[in-house]
C-alpha cells in the first residue's frame, strides 16, 4: 500500500512497523463535596508540579543532544502550564462550581486547542499539539495513568500513529525508531522540528496511515519526498534501500565544497546566502559555507513572551550575528509579523484571514515606534560588520516610501543619540505579491535591492494556500506565471542597476537553483543544510546553459511542460548526486560527483 504525505524530515527509513494508538484519558464531569476542595485543589497542583519537573528534564536533555535553540521549545510548553489564567480558572471552577478539577482543566485546554485549530497562520495552527501534549501529561499524573506509553517499543521500528507531542518525540529512544509516520501535522509543528534535529525521517498529515498498518508490517518512509509503502515486496524493498545507500554516500561527499567560490563553469558568480532564524544558527552557516546570511528571519524576538521585545535587547542580538559572520554580509528582515502572532500584547483583533491582513510592512507601519526601534537596532549592529536591511509584504511604492521615511527618523534619532551606525547600509524589500512584481521598476527607484520570497509569491500568484492539504498539488515553484514573474523582476531591477536575490524554498532545490541562475537571479539564499547541494549545481553548469534552459521554460505554458524540460535539460547537467531518484527510477542515471 502506498500512502503520501507532507515530508516533516528528511531521510530514509525502512524495517518493521509499531502502530501506535495512545490510550484515551477519559475525563468525567462530577461534583466534589465541599470538604475535598482543598485537598483536590493540592492533587492539581501537585500534578502540575510533578509535569514541570518532567518537562525540565526533557528540556534539560534536548539542550544536551540539540543544542539551547531546539530545548527553548519545551519553554513554551512551561509557560502553558504557569499560566495564570488556566490555574484561575481551574481554582475557580473547583472552588465555586465544585467540579472535577481535571473536567475544568480538560475544559479549558479544548478551547484554546480549539481556538488555535482554526487559525490560518499554520505556525499557530501547529501550536495546538503543544496544548494537547501539555494537557495530556498533566491529566496522566492527576490521574494516575503513568506516563511511559510507548513502553511496548523494544526494537527498531518506523512508527505509524495518529499523532505525537513534542515531549513524546524527545523522548523516544533514539536507537528504536527508525522514522515516523502520522495522520495529523505539518512542517512547522514542534514535533517535526525535533523530529528533525534528532535525524528521524518523517511524514507527516498520511492520511488513514493506521488503517492500512499494524505492528509487524514492513514499511518504507521517503522523508524527503514525504512518501510511504506499507508491505512493499521483496524488488521493492531492495531498491529502496540500494537508493538509500547511495544517497548517503553521495551527501557525504558533497562535504568537499565548502570552501569553493559559487560560480559557473563559465565563470558568472552567485553570492549563496543561508536563511536564519536565530543567532544560534549563524554557526551552522558558516560551516556549512554561506556567504552571506540572505535571510535573518526577526520573528522570533516577538513570539512567546507577553510584551514588546527593547532596542537594546535586539541591538545586542543583530551584533552577535553581524559579528559572528566576520564582514559577509547579513541581511536582516524587519518583523514579518500576521495580526495573530502579536495580538497578546499589541491588542489586535482577530482577523478572518491574517495572510491578507495587517502582517508584513502593513503591521510595521501601523506601530511606528515599534518599527522605529527596530530599525534603530539593525542599523547599530552595522557598526559591526556588513549590514543589509529588508522589508516584507511591500505592495506598493507608498508603502516604501513610508517605511524609508521612518526609517530615515530613526537614523536622524542615532545621530542625536551619538550612537555608531554605517549610513551605506542597503535597504531593499522583498517582492511577494503580483503588485510588487508589476511595480518593481517603480519601486527599484527606492529600493537598492530586490528580494524575491518566492513561498509567498508563489501562493498569491496562484491563489492558493500553500499549507492547505488538500490544495498542496497545486502549489507549484514550476508555473509559468511564478517564473514569468521572477524574470520580470529581475528584469527591472537590473534596469535600475539593482541585484535580485530569491530566499524563499524554491531556491533550495539545485534544479530550481539552474532555472533561477538562468532567469538572471544574483544571488540565492537556502536553508544551511542546503547550500553544499546548491553551490554544487551552480558550479556544474554554464550560464549560458541555464540562459537558454530558463528561456525555453518562459514559453512553457504549463508546470508540467517545464518540469519535463528540467528532467531533460537540466537533469543531464548535474552530476548524479544531485538528481534526484524518485521511487522506481532505479539506480542513479548520471556520472557521480
Known amino acids: 500500500m502506498k500512502l503520501s504525505g507532507i515530508a516533516a524530515s528528511p531521510g530514509f527509513a525502512s524495517g518493521p512497523t509499531f502502530r501506535f494508538e495512545r490510550e484515551e484519558i477519559p475525563v468525567r464531569e462530577y461534583s466534589i463535596a465541599p470538604g475535598e476542595v482543598e485537598a483536590e485543589l493540592a492533587r492539581f497542583h501537585a500534578a502540575l508540579d510533578k509535569s514541570r519537573r518532567d518537562l525540565v528534564a526533557i528540556r534539560d536533555g534536548i539542550a544536551a543532544e540539540l543544542g539551547e535553540h531546539d530545548a527553548r521549545i519545551y519553554d513554551a510548553h512551561l509557560l502553558i502550564l504557569d499560566d495564570p489564567d488556566l490555574i484561575g480558572t481551574v481554582e475557580k471552577g473547583v472552588r465555586e462550581m465544585l467540579l472535577f478539577p481535571g473536567f475544568v482543566f480538560r475544559a479549558y485546554m479544548s478551547r484554546v486547542a480549539a481556538a488555535l485549530e482554526q487559525l490560518e497562520d499554520e505556525y499557530l495552527r501547529e501550536r495546538r499539539a503543544d496544548i494537547v501534549d501539555c494537557e495530556r501529561r498533566v491529566l496522566r499524573e492527576l490521574l494516575g495513568k503513568g506516563r511511559n506509553e510507548l513502553e511496548g517499543l523494544v526494537s527498531p521500528a518506523v512508527i505509524v500513529a495518529h499523532d505525537l507531542g513534542p515531549s513524546e518525540v524527545a523522548m523516544l529512544p533514539r536507537e528504536r525508531v527508525l522514522a515516523f509516520v502520522l495522520e495529523v501535522g505539518g512542517r512547522t509543528s514542534h514535533g517535526a522540528i525535533v523530529a528533525r534535529g534528532r535525524g528521524i525521517p518523517a511524514v507527516v498529515s498520511v492520511r488513514d496511515a493506521l488503517l492500512h498498518a499494524k505492528t509487524g508490517d514492513t514499511a518504507t518512509v521517503d522523508g524527503f519526498e514525504g512518501l510511504v509503502e506499507i508491505n512493499p515486496d521483496e524488488a521493492r524493498r531492495s531498491e529502496f534501500d540500494a537508493r538509500a545507500e547511495r544517497l548517503r554516500r553521495k551527501v557525504a561527499a558533497l562535504e568537499a565544497l565548502q570552501a569553493a567560490p559559487c560560480e559557473t563553469l563559465d565563470g558568472r558568480a552567485v553570492e549563496l546566502g543561508a536563511n536564519l532564524e536565530q543567532p544560534e ?50 541581511l536582516f528582515r524587519t518583523m514579518d509579523l500576521g495580526g495573530d502572532k502579536v495580538a497578546s500584547y499589541l491588542g489586535m483583533t482577530h482577523e478572518t484571514n491574517p495572510f491578507l491582513g495587517l502582517r508584513g510592512i502593513r503591521l510595521a507601519l501601523s506601530s511606528p515606534e515599534m518599527f522605529r526601534a527596530q530599525i534603530r537596532a539593525i542599523y547599530r549592529a552595522s557598526a559591526h560588520g556588513r549590514v543589509r536591511m529588508m522589508f516584507p509584504m511591500v505592495s506598493s511604492v507608498d508603502e516604501l516610501t513610508r517605511a524609508l521615511t521612518l526609517r530615515d527618523e530613526a537614523l536622524e534619532g542615532l545621530r542625536r543619540d551619538g550612537k555608531p551606525f554605517d549610513p551605506q547600509v542597503e535597504t531593499g524589500i522583498m517582492i511577494e505579491t503580483p503588485s510588487a512584481v508589476w511595480m518593481a521598476d517603480a519601486l527599484a527607484k527606492h529600493s537598492q535591492f530586490f528580494s524575491v520570497g518566492s513561498n509567498d509569491l508563489i501562493q498569491y500568484t496562484l491563489a492558493m494556500d500553500r499549507d492547505n492539504e488538500r490544495l498542496s498539488h497545486l502549489y507549484e515553484p514550476l508555473d509559468p506565471a511564478v517564473l514569468r514573474s521572477i524574470r520580470h523582476t529581475v528584469d527591472a531591477g537590473h534596469a535600475e542597476r539593482r541585484w535580485v536575490g530569491v530566499c524563499g524554498e524554491m531556491a533550495s532545490d539545485p534544479q530550481n537553483a539552474v532555472l533561477l541562475l538562468g532567469l538572471g537571479v544574483d544571488e540565492l539564499s537556502v536553508p544551511p543544510p542546503d547550500l553544499p547541494r546548491v553551490k554544487l549545481a551552480i558550479r556544474s553548469v554554464r550560464y549560458e546553459a541555464a540562459r537558454e534552459i530558463a528561456g525555453e521554460a518562459l514559453r512553457c505554458t504549463s508546470a508540467a511542460q517545464v518540469r519535463r524540460l528540467v528532467r531533460q535539460r537540466v537533469d543531464s547537467l548535474l552530476p548524479s548526486v544531485l538528481v534526484y531518484e524518485r521511487q522506481g527510477d532505479g539506480g542513479p542515471a548520471g556520472r557521480e560527483a
Do not use: H, I, W
Open 281 to 330: 544558527d549563524v554557526e551552522a552557516a558558516v560551516k556549512a559555507g554561506a556567504q552571506s546570511v540572505g535571510l535573518f528571519r526577526t520573528e522570533f524576538f516577538y513570539m512567546n513572551r507577553v510584551d514588546l521585545p527593547g532596542e537594546e535587547e535586539q541591538y545586542l542580538a543583530y551584533r552577535r550575528v553581524t559579528e559572528a559572520m566576520q564582514g559577509r554580509p547579513v
